[in-house]
């Protein structure tokens, strides 16, 4: 993992505790806070899904120049 995905992964879980947290301490009913809180997950859930998707999709695309560069190297050579 590089440095810059661990720096987003760890963004992102200090974004969702934080915003955890702030549900679980405010003055509201056990019902409202537990929706709050599956809204929270269902929505990290899916970013997570999207980031995970995207970096497929930057790996494929390097691989590909990667391996353009490597057949060009090769005829050059």
């Given amino acids: 993992m590089s440095r810059l995905s661990k720096g987003l992964a760890l963004f992102v879980g200090g974004a969702i505790v ?3 947290a702030a549900l679980l ?9 537990r929706q709050e ?3 929270l997950a269902a929505e990290a859930k899916k970013r997570a899904h999207q ?3 995207q ?9 590909a120049t990667a391996e353009a560069q490597a057949e060009k190297t090769k005829k050059e050579a």
Avoid: I, R
């Avoid at 301490?25 to 806070?33: D, Q, R, S």
């Avoid at 970096?55 to 691989?63: E, I």
């Fill in 18 to 20: 934080g915003a955890a």
């Fill in 25 to 33: 301490l405010t003055p509201k009913k056990g019902e409202e806070v």
């Fill in 37 to 39: 809180l599956a809204d």
């Fill in 51 to 53: 980031y995970c998707e």
């Fill in 55 to 63: 970096v497929k999709q930057d790996l494929a695309d390097a691989n």
